[in-house]
Nanobody, 122 residues
Framework: QVQLVESGGGLVQVGGSLRLSCAAS????????MAWFLQAPVKERELVAT????????YYVDSMTGRVTVSRDNAKNTVYLQINSLKPEDTAVYYC???????????????WGQGTQVTVSS
């Protein structure tokens, strides 16, 4: 079992930045691909970014490309999501997820975190 705990969310003004963290514990010896998702109010959860275990390959959804950066520090069992130039429409709960491959983590993740709220005020 792997436990994922997100942090770093909060209230931020338009144009601001946040760095979200996702700390993994438990069976962290497995080489998981990781992903960040967001779920805005009354909308379905959607993918934001993925990163392979090595960190050598990343993917970003078109709508956020250029404003987000996903990274990881395997020594700390932590994955990060840097979000810049925040917009009101970025307001959502952000979740991290883990999966054995990028395909798994984007379709049926093995593990989910509980989410962290990001609210962008204008």
């Amino acid at each position: 079992q792997v436990q994922l705990v997100e942090s770093g969310g909060g209230l931020v003004q338009v144009g601001g930045s946040l760095r979200l963290s996702c700390a993994a514990s438990g069976r962290t010896d497995s080489k998981y691909a990781m992903a960040w998702f967001l779920q805005a109010p009354v909308k379905e959860r959607e993918l934001v970014a993925t990163i392979t275990w090595s960190g050598g390959s990343t993917y970003y959804v078109d709508s956020m490309t250029g404003r987000v950066t996903v990274s990881r520090d395997n020594a700390k069992n932590t994955v990060y999501l840097q979000i810049n130039s925040l917009k009101p429409e970025d307001t959502a709960v952000y979740y991290c997820a883990a999966g054995s491959t990028v395909l798994v983590v984007t379709t049926q993740p093995d593990y989910w975190g509980q989410g962290t709220q990001v609210t962008v005020s204008s």
